[in-house]
């Protein structure tokens, strides 16, 4: 059974910065893709950055030159390095995993950005 874990949430002043962690249990694939997604009250979920198996990053335009994803393969373990940080980043931040046609999602962390 995969479980997906995240953690490193929390308040920060605005211009500050977090690191979220994403650890990855269970049967894993070598060829995935891990994501962050937001989701904001009252607003929808989306994606804020992903990071395929072979290293390829992308960016939503509202974090690029901010957020800075990456994976340690030996932890299982990916991250989301939030630098910079505005109040309009406030939001629940999930960790997903795609791979070999399964998707699965963690249970989200709370970041919260004081103006």
């Known amino acids: 059974q995969v479980q997906l874990v995240e953690s490193g949430g929390g308040l920060v002043q605005a211009g500050g910065s977090l690191r979220l962690s994403c650890v990855v249990s269970?049967?894993?694939?070598?060829?995935?893709?891990m994501t962050w997604y937001r989701q904001a009250p009252g607003k929808q979920r989306g994606l804020v950055a992903a990071?395929?198996?072979?290293?390829?990053?992308n960016y939503a335009d509202s974090v690029k030159g901010r957020f800075t994803i990456s994976g340690d393969n030996a932890k299982n373990t990916v991250y989301l390095q939030m630098n910079s940080l505005k109040p309009e980043d406030t939001a629940v931040y999930y960790c997903?995993?795609?791979?070999?046609?399964?998707?699965?999602w963690g249970q989200g962390t709370q970041v919260t950005v004081s103006g």
């Open positions: 269970g049967s894993i694939f070598s060829d995935n893709t």
């Open positions: 990071i395929s198996s072979g290293g390829v990053t």
């Open positions: 997903r995993m795609i791979t070999a046609g399964y998707d699965y």
